[in-house]
Structures are given as structure tokens and as C-alpha cells.
């Protein structure tokens, strides 16, 4: 037997009104004392009236605080904004999903924060951009307040074709359904016809290399997060940088850069393709040099542990306002610089860990935080903090099946290890789809994958150069116009693998499977692991 419905408005008007009663009662009495008419007030009468006054203060500002938190999101005037959505049992789910938040509200995003049961299916078809922060708990259930979305909202139909969305799953792997929700929710959201920013993102008990890989993924989002630093910082290891080359010379888009790099102590560690670097950026000698000249701090100032300020103010923020005279409180108050993540361009068996990267510019013409860091102010011989980080995601299928590569830019860094990784494993069923601006200046690694399709070893090797006028404009053309090869290379137990742009390339390579194999079928290949993407 279900419980008696709550009126809820008859509760809200009574409440209103006993409020306006009380008020009343209080005015009245203002008018009983002997000096109300041409004298002072009693100071019993100014405290009725300032009682009175108060009272109708907050009942106004809590009727406006219900009002705002179910119309800030339903206003159809300007861009709708961005929602983070949560599902938590203890609440860690709550915490991940403000602090998201904030981090794209400093990007300069309008940003709401709704926990599960408080989303419907009309607010869903309001939004264009949506993040869930997801907890799964027992054996693979939801939150308990996320059982009403279930009921009311996932057991219906609900268009959302202009949803995007992402998905971080919370859970533990020791259980048979670990992230289960999260994925749950992910499968829902797809055969509603949202599309994915991205693979959704699985948290085992709070791994903090999962939680930084999320915070950097938000990074991409939201355009500029440069300034706010790692949940959880990273443990990195000294990398020594042999060689740095610029590929593109002459190129209409932002120089790329081939670096190699080895560990200073030790062997060369294992990775797989798909694999990532997480790269500690630093500021460069020179300005913090500048930064401390303008504080009148001396360059060769130490801390009394001995270590040089200069460099520990490298891998920190630095701040506009400090305390000269206590240079430990500067130290303690310091906030270390983000990291940033590449695509492993190699394999171990090749003798460097390589990467392949594009200079990028800020708004003032400066170069980025962690690619001036590489590109600009290290020369080779110098150390760079790495660390390895999994990307089980993004790793190879078995190397029987065929595989599909689709990329844009310098995501053939991530492509072309796992090509390497297929010549090594003597698998020679792969197709590359890879798109540029000029072949004369961007086709990056095309002498070696000319000649691994000389060999065999690249079966279809499609390439689309925007700038040059040939017949396609973007890979995703050359995908739509190779829809029955796309067929027919998935019935024949292919993996599509996609790397490069978030923005652009990705939702509309995602687009054209999801148009080439229907809807069904598009699942049925994220579900399978047989369709992933590393996208930044």
C-alpha cells in the first residue's frame, strides 16, 4: 500500500499564511502602547518592529531560494546552462560532482548541480550539455535516492537528441558489477539518442589516477581550468628529454612536436597502446625570475629544508599577492600547477617513450601551460616530471580481430602506437582513417605508415587533408562515404578505435557509425568494448 501523496502546495500556503498572521500579531501590538501617536517609540515597539521586519525577510528569502532552485535551469532565456548531476549513497558522488562543478564555473560556465531525483525527463530535454557523477552500491544497485529517476524517468522513452553528456562511475571493483549504475545510466542516456563527450570513466574506490583523468577531461570541457590544480597530486618520476623535433614547418596550424624522452634511473617501464604520460609542467626559469624580482625575493632565496625557492615556485601557481617576510607560509600556501595528459605515440620495444604534441597559444599569444613547457623553455638533456598512467579504455582487442583506427590532428600519436603494437603482433587487418590540413606539411608520420602499407601491415589507409580540396573534407566524410566497408568490417568482429578532438571530429565521427550501423548496432558496440575513444 503505497503512502498517503503530500500537498505539498496547501503545506507551502498555510505555512504562508500562519507567517502573515504572526506578522500581523506583531504589528498590532506596536499600536496598544501610550506614546504611538506623535512620540518616540518604546524600545519594546522597536523590537516588535524589527522582529516583525526580520520574520518577513526570511520567509521572502526562503520562498525565493525554492524558486530559484527549480527555475535556473528552466528559463528559456540565453544558453542553457550546464548541468552536473549526482547519485550517492555516502556521499563522495555529491563531493566529485561539486567540485566539477567548480572547476567549470572558474572556466567561466553557468553550471546547476542537481542531485538524480531531483532531474526529470522535461528538464533533460532543456539541456544540451550534461555530466553524472554516478555511485553504484551492493551488488550493482543505485543510490537509494536515485530508485525514483529509475521509476519515473528510465522506464519511459525520453528523446534527447541534442543531449551531450558524460558519466563518472563510482564503485568497487571486489564486487561482480562493479560501476554497474554508472554504466546503467550511460546505456540509457545513448538509446535515448544523447551523445557521449566521452568514454565514461570508472572510479574504483576513489583511485585518484581515475579522478585526475575525470579532472582533465573537465579541463577539455570546459576550455581553460589551467589555474586550478590536481584533487589529488600526482607521484611523478624524473624523465630525461633526448629529442625534440618540429614536425610541420610551414604548416597554417600551430607547430607539432615530436619529443622523445627516458627515465633518468632504471630501465624503461612496460606501457601498452592507449596508454598515457602524464606530463608536471613548470614555469619557466624566467619568469619566475621576473615573479620574484617584482616581490623583491632574491633568486637564490632557500626554504629551511635547503631546497631553492626558484624551483619549487616552478611547479606552482604563482600568486599576485604574498608575505615576503615568511617564506615557509609562502611555500605551505603554494598550489601546484595542473598536469597535463598525451597519448603515447610508442611502444617500449622502440627504445624511447615518444610523444607527439601541438604548441598551443592563450588568449594573450602566450604559449600553454604544459606544451610552452615542453616546446619552448626545455632543451634536450633537461628533466621533465612523468608518470605512466593505464588507460584500460583505450587498449588493443585481440590481435585476430580487425581493427579500425579514426583520427584528426595529433590523436595519430595514440593510433600510431597501436599500429606499431599490430605489426608486432603480426596482425595485419587494420584500417586507418586519419584527417589533417595539409598533406605537404601535417601528413605526421606519413613516410613509416606509407611504408607499413606497403608491407601490408595497413590494409585500407584513407587520409582527408581539409586545406588541400580533395574529395572530402573531414575523416568523418571519408567514414559516411565508406559506410559499407564500415559494415562490413564490424560484422567481421572489427574494434573502431577513435583519437583526436572532442570537439568537432569526435561527435561527428560518432554520428556517422551510429548513421552506418543503426542505433541497435552502435550500442551493441559501446556495450561490447568494440567502439572507444580517447578524445581530448
Same mark, same amino acid.
Given at each position: ?209 581515475? *579522478? =585526475? ?5 573537465? /579541463? &577539455?570541457? !570546459?576550455?581553460?581550468?589551467?589555474? @586550478?590544480? #590536481?584533487?589529488?597530486? +600526482? ?121 607527439? *604534441? =601541438? ?5 594573450? /599569444? &602566450?604559449? !600553454?601551460?604544459?606544451?610552452?613547457? @615542453?616546446? #619552448?623553455?626545455?632543451? +634536450? ?156
Amino acid at each position: 500500500m503505497s503512502a498517503p501523496r503530500v500537498n505539498r502546495p496547501l503545506i507551502g500556503n498555510l505555512a504562508v499564511g500562519l507567517v502573515l498572521v504572526l506578522i500581523a500579531v506583531l504589528l498590532l501590538r506596536l499600536h496598544l502602547g501610550e506614546s504611538w501617536w506623535l512620540a518616540a517609540p518604546l524600545p519594546a515597539q522597536w523590537f516588535t518592529a524589527l522582529a516583525a521586519a526580520a520574520i518577513y525577510a526570511i520567509a521572502c528569502a526562503a520562498l525565493w531560494w525554492r524558486v530559484r532552485s527549480r527555475k535556473d535551469v528552466a528559463s528559456g532565456d540565453g544558453e542553457p546552462p550546464l548541468l552536473v548531476v549526482w547519485a550517492s549513497q555516502t556521499g563522495f558522488a555529491r563531493q566529485l560532482a561539486e567540485r566539477s562543478a567548480d572547476s567549470l564555473r572558474a572556466a567561466g560556465h553557468t553550471v546547476r548541480v542537481r542531485a538524480l531525483d531531483q532531474v526529470d525527463a522535461a528538464l533533460l530535454a532543456r539541456i544540451r550539455t550534461a555530466l553524472f557523477v554516478a555511485s553504484t552500491t551492493g551488488e550493482g544497485d543505485p543510490p537509494d535516492h536515485a530508485l525514483a529517476f529509475l521509476s519515473r524517468v528510465m522506464q519511459n522513452a525520453t528523446p534527447l537528441p541534442q543531449l551531450q553528456y558524460a558519466v563518472l562511475a563510482l564503485g568497487d571493483r571486489t564486487y561482480d558489477h562493479y560501476c554497474a549504475f554508472g554504466h546503467q545510466l550511460d546505456n540509457w542516456l545513448c538509446e535515448q539518442g544523447a551523445r557521449a563527450l566521452f568514454d565514461t570513466v570508472d572510479v574504483d574506490n576513489a583511485d585518484a589516477d581515475a *579522478l =585526475r583523468h575525470w579532472q582533465q577531461l573537465l /579541463g &577539455q570541457l !570546459g576550455g581553460d581550468v589551467a589555474h @586550478l590544480p #590536481d584533487w589529488a597530486p +600526482p607521484q611523478y618520476q624524473q624523465w630525461r628529454l633526448q629529442q625534440r623535433q618540429a614536425l610541420n614547418p610551414g604548416s597554417v596550424g600551430g607547430t607539432v612536436f615530436h619529443l622523445k624522452l627516458q627515465p633518468v634511473a632504471g630501465e624503461l617501464p612496460a606501457w601498452q597502446a592507449g596508454d598515457i604520460a602524464e606530463i608536471g609542467p613548470r614555469h619557466s626559469a624566467g619568469t619566475v625570475a621576473q615573479w620574484m624580482h617584482a616581490h623583491g625575493l632574491p633568486v637564490t632565496a632557500t626554504l629551511a629544508d635547503g631546497r631553492p625557492l626558484q624551483e619549487v615556485l616552478a611547479a606552482c601557481h604563482l600568486p599576485e599577492q604574498i608575505d615576503t617576510g615568511d617564506l615557509a607560509a609562502l611555500a605551505a600556501a603554494l598550489k601546484p600547477l595542473p598536469h597535463r595528459e598525451y597519448s603515447i605515440a610508442s611502444m617500449p620495444s622502440e627504445g624511447s617513450l615518444q610523444l607527439l *604534441l =601541438r604548441r598551443q597559444r592563450r588568449p594573450d /599569444g &602566450q604559449p !600553454g601551460l604544459a606544451s610552452g613547457w @615542453l616546446c #619552448d623553455y626545455t632543451t +634536450p638533456g633537461d628533466v621533465i616530471d612523468l608518470r605512466l598512467r593505464g588507460n584500460a579504455n583505450f587498449h588493443p582487442p585481440a590481435a585476430e580481430a580487425p581493427l579500425i583506427l579514426v583520427g584528426n590532428g595529433t590523436g595519430i600519436a595514440g593510433l600510431r602506437a597501436h599500429l606499431r603494437a599490430r605489426v608486432e603482433a603480426g596482425a595485419r587487418r587494420n584500417w586507418l582513417l586519419l584527417g589533417e590540413r595539409n598533406a605537404a606539411h601535417d601528413f605526421h608520420f606519413g613516410d613509416e605508415l606509407r611504408q607499413w602499407q606497403r608491407e601490408g601491415w595497413i590494409e585500407r589507409l584513407d587520409t582527408v587533408f581539409s586545406r588541400d580540396g580533395g574529395r572530402f573534407h573531414y575523416v568523418q566524410d571519408a567514414l559516411a562515404a565508406h559506410a559499407d566497408a564500415l559494415r562490413d568490417w564490424v560484422d567481421q568482429g572489427a574494434t573502431i578505435l577513435v583519437c583526436g578532438s572532442l570537439q568537432g571530429m569526435a561527435p561527428a565521427v560518432d554520428a556517422v557509425i551510429a548513421d552506418a550501423l543503426g542505433s541497435d548496432a552502435h550500442e551493441a558496440l559501446r556495450i561490447a568494448g568494440r567502439y572507444r575513444r580517447d578524445v581530448y
